[in-house]
């Protein structure tokens, strides 16, 4: 790929600021000082700036704790998007929300900006289960378990089976569901005759939240540590 791609892949500079860095000799490919943006090297290759080495990096994952109050998109008129917590040194990256949490849901988002990322955890033909805590304002119950794992019609889809567990306090659940319709919990309770009176995502597939992380803080994390969700756990 060309320099001036490599560079600005990885990091905040524009390709303005990558010309006028390799006009001044601050751009060295290998221990030899780059002479033009345009020429061609591997991402193997050893690139500094003013000796500091230059790691490319082409995707970017993030897991964020999203608090209440943010929506789940890059940009809105009225309400505060998920991406305004995103730090200044990921800003490059334009990186998005993968899937998508209510206003009032807290808990795992994975940011990045890897669209063949995306598609494999929302797909719900990849049957990667999303987990959720959940309090109701009444007791869950026995019969509740069985109508979850029936599935459940709705006018625009079928869920399929989905998971429920019954804690100690019976007003508190754990809830897993393979697709992420819309309000899809939420709707799904009501069917039962509870409400959700708090709603928590805590893992998507094998990748949990972590317990350090608080709410509006973030993470990034590895490749390989990202393929774990993709792993079905039926």
């Known amino acids: 790929m060309r320099l001036d791609k490599y560079i ?8 303005k600021e990558i010309k006028k860095l390799i006009k001044e000799g601050a751009v060295a490919v290998n221990d030899i000082t780059a002479a033009k943006p345009d020429i061609q090297i591997c991402e193997n290759d050893d ?3 003013n000796g500091e080495a230059v790691n490319y990096t082409k995707y970017v994952y993030l897991i964020m704790n999203k608090p209440q109050g943010y929506i789940s998109a890059t940009e809105d008129r009225h309400y505060k998007v998920v991406t305004e917590l995103v730090p200044e040194k990921y800003a490059h990256y334009n ?6 949490l209510d206003i009032d849901t807290e808990g795992l988002l994975i940011l990045t900006n890897d ?3 995306d598609h494999a955890v929302t797909s719900p033909k990849k049957n990667v289960y999303k987990r959720y805590f959940a309090r109701l304002d009444r007791s869950a119950e026995k019969k509740d378990i ?3 794992a029936a599935g459940m019609k709705f006018k625009e889809f079928t869920s399929k089976p989905a998971r429920l567990e019954i804690c100690d306090d019976p007003h508190e659940v754990y809830v897993e569901i393979a697709e992420g319709k819309y309000h899809q919990v939420k709707r799904m309770f009501e069917r039962v005759g509870k409400t959700v009176v708090y709603l928590k995502r ?3 597939g094998r990748l949990a939240l972590p317990e350090e992380l608080k709410p509006g803080e973030l993470v990034e994390i590895d490749k390989n540590e990202i393929v774990m969700l993709l792993e079905t756990n039926k």
């Not at 600005?8 to 390709?15: K, L, V």
């Not at 990186?95 to 998508?100: A, E, I, N």
């Open 8 to 15: 600005s892949d990885s990091t905040p500079y524009s390709r």
């Open 146 to 148: 069985e109508s979850f």
């Open 115 to 117: 669209g063949a990322l």
């Open 95 to 100: 990186v998005f929300p993968v899937g998508r």
């Open 202 to 204: 805590t893992a998507i």
């Open 47 to 49: 690139v500094t700036i």
